[in-house]
Structure formats: C-alpha cells, structure tokens
T-cell receptor
C-alpha cells in the first residue's frame, strides 16, 4: 500500500520566488495536514484540510496558503520566499479530524532551500 | 501557545541498555503520539495513546499516557543500533486539529 507521497523531494529557490509543494494522502484518508520542520526542531503545524475545507491554521503568515482537491490530494503554496522559509515541509494524512482519528502518517517531506 | 517539554535532549547509550524519555506539558491532551524520525525522512508513528493511564506496547517499545493527561513517557528495552534516531512526542487536544510536537530526543547507541 502506498503511503503519503510528496513532491518534489528537494528544491532550491531564491528569495522572492514562490513554491508549490504537492501531497497525496494514504488511500481512504480524507484529511491532509502540513507541517514545517526547521533543522533541530519538532514539526510546526501550518494547515489542516478535511473534505476540501480548511479546518485549522497555524501561526504562519498569509504568504502560506494551501488547498485540497476532490481526490483529497493537497498543495501548499508559499509566496515571496524568505531565507527563513528554508525547512523540511511535511505532509501528513489521517482518516479524519479529532480524537481517535488523530493518528497522523507523514510523508518523507519536501526539503526547501531558499538562497 | 501550547508547548511540550521533552527530555532528555539527547542520549548516548550502550547497546542492550534500556532507554526512557518523557514529555510534559502545562496543557491537557486527549491523545499522545510517539514518532521516530531518521535523517532525511518523515516521522514514523510508533505508538498512539488515547486514554489517561493507558499503557501500550509495540515490540520493545512501551509508552504510557499520564493520569493527569499532561505527560507521557516512552521506554525502549534492550536497545539495538537501529534504534538510533530522533524521537518526538506529540499531543492532540480535545477536538483538536493539530499536533503539538516536542523538540525531540536524539538517541545514539554504541555497539
């Protein structure tokens, strides 16, 4: 069974550019969450989507946006990239939201480097 | 915001030894999860805990959900070299939609 798949795995951008990261959840999972992991820290919550609706947003600026498609895949967009956006961006899928569906399964991440 | 305090920050142990790490919080969580992350990869779910006081095992791993719902611990028995990695605790609040992660415990094993 395929796990959570993310693309691209690595990318390099320059300041001011924008980036789109993609995620396909585990088959049957309807919720996708995005996390940012800076080197040496635990993942930080960015967004959660369930049934194509945003269900939660972390403390990130409006330069970060996301959406979920009818097939439950998702995109994370970051505009006007800053050096500090360099991080591993993790996508996680789960069956739904809340208790007992809170087990998140992570992809391998997209490593973004901003120069 | 919610914070999880995870300790120790790092451990360097002899192969065969037991390992213990824990997480504490000032907030109540309804779900505790433990993940392991290898370099260049995403976190892998090890154990999920849903009830206060619950003790759950997964092979050599045992985790407990604290009675106060503000803490959890993870034990690894008879460590082996492939246990090397970063272990994260994560908490989910009632009706929550985001996991709050600890800063991680780096585990190194001497063979």
């Amino acid at each position: 069974d395929a796990g959570v798949t993310q693309s691209p795995t690595h990318l390099i951008k320059t300041r001011g550019q924008h980036v789109t990261l993609r995620c396909s959840p585990i088959s049957g999972h309807k919720s996708v969450s995005w996390y940012q992991q800076v080197l040496g820290q635990g993942p930080q919550f960015i967004f959660q989507y369930y049934e194509k609706e945003e269900r939660g947003r972390g403390n990130f600026p409006d330069r970060f946006s996301a959406r979920q498609f009818p097939n439950y895949s998702s995109e994370l967009n970051v505009n006007a990239l800053l050096l500090g956006d360099s991080a591993l961006y993790l996508c996680a899928s789960s069956l739904g939201v809340g208790m007992n569906t809170g087990e998140l399964f992570f992809g391998e991440g997209s490593r973004l480097t901003v120069l | 915001g919610q914070q999880l305090n995870q300790s120790p920050q790092s451990m360097f142990i002899q192969e065969g030894e037991d390992v213990s790490m824990n997480c504490t919080s000032s907030s109540i969580f309804n779900t505790w999860l433990w993940y392991k992350q290898d370099p260049g990869e995403g976190p892998v779910l090890l154990i999920a805990l849903y009830k206060a006081g619950e003790l759950t095992s997964n092979g050599r791993l045992t985790a407990q959900f604290g009675i106060t719902r503000k803490d959890s611990f993870l034990n690894i028995s008879a460590s082996i070299p492939s246990d090397v990695g970063i272990y994260f605790c994560a908490g989910l609040m009632e009706y929550g939609n985001k996991l709050v992660f600890g800063a991680g415990t780096i585990l190194r094993v001497k063979s």
